[in-house]
């Protein structure tokens, strides 16, 4: 009579650890291609990734993602890096899974589907007397934009996923970007105290002035 096969101890453990890495498995290296509603503009997005070839313990490494940009089909910006991260950070894809033009020149990136929940306004002026290339405005941990030749003395208006919806002690603003002539304009971040004041609409102005950046809020003093 054949022997009837059963599970071992020895033999769940290591299924349960298949299924789990199955589960978990890194994401390939990001390529995103996208285009403005007028196809003015196209965005390149491409990802450098150090994905371990382990299949029973997949995990990152150094990551980062770098942005291209076209108008008329004449490159604007150049592999200049967007979002950058080690093992512990979150990659690129998992913090903005989505992306949606909300004007021919402004390009969402973030959490799909939170549309009908924005409350926040962040308003970016440009107050040089030059065109900005481009700007990158982020707004909390999981929503940024992408300004594409933002006109001198000009205004910007963003509705923003609230970040005052009783989560947090704290909101987050920075930006970065490229002055007209390719001066950089360093990254610049701004937390802001809403301990007390949460379930209030945020209301935030990023200011570009001289190569400057001034980050203030109208209810929330800075942290």
């Known amino acids: 009579m054949a022997k009837q096969f059963t599970m071992t101890g020895k033999i769940w453990p290591f299924l349960c650890t298949l299924l789990i890495s199955c589960a978990y498995s890194e994401k390939p290296p990001l390529r995103l291609a996208t285009q403005s509603p007028s196809n003015a503009y196209e965005v390149l997005l491409e990802e450098q990734a150090d994905i371990s070839g382990d299949p029973f313990f997949t995990k990152h490494g150094h990551h980062e ?51 009908p929940q924005k409350g926040d306004e962040l308003v970016v002026h440009n107050e040089t007397n030059g065109t900005l290339p481009y700007l990158l405005v982020r707004a909390g941990k999981y929503e940024m934009f992408l300004l594409l030749d933002l006109a001198p003395k000009s205004t910007a208006r963003l509705a923003t996923a ?5 989560r947090n002690d704290s909101t987050y603003v920075s930006c970065k970007g490229v002055l007209q002539g390719g001066n950089h304009i360093p990254e610049i971040g701004r937390n802001f105290e809403i301990r007390g004041k949460d379930r209030v609409p945020g209301h935030y102005a990023v200011t570009v002035v001289d190569g400057n950046v001034l980050i203030t809020s109208q209810e929330f003093p800075t942290r």
């Open 162 to 166: 609230s970040q005052s919806d009783g």
């Open 65 to 115: 993602v770098r942005l291209t940009a076209r108008k008329e089909g004449h490159t604007i910006i150049e592999k200049e890096l967007l979002y950058s991260g080690g093992t512990y950070d979150e990659r690129f894809q998992d913090l903005f899974p989505g992306h949606e033009w909300i004007s021919d020149s402004a390009l969402r990136f973030g959490q799909s589907g939170t549309g």
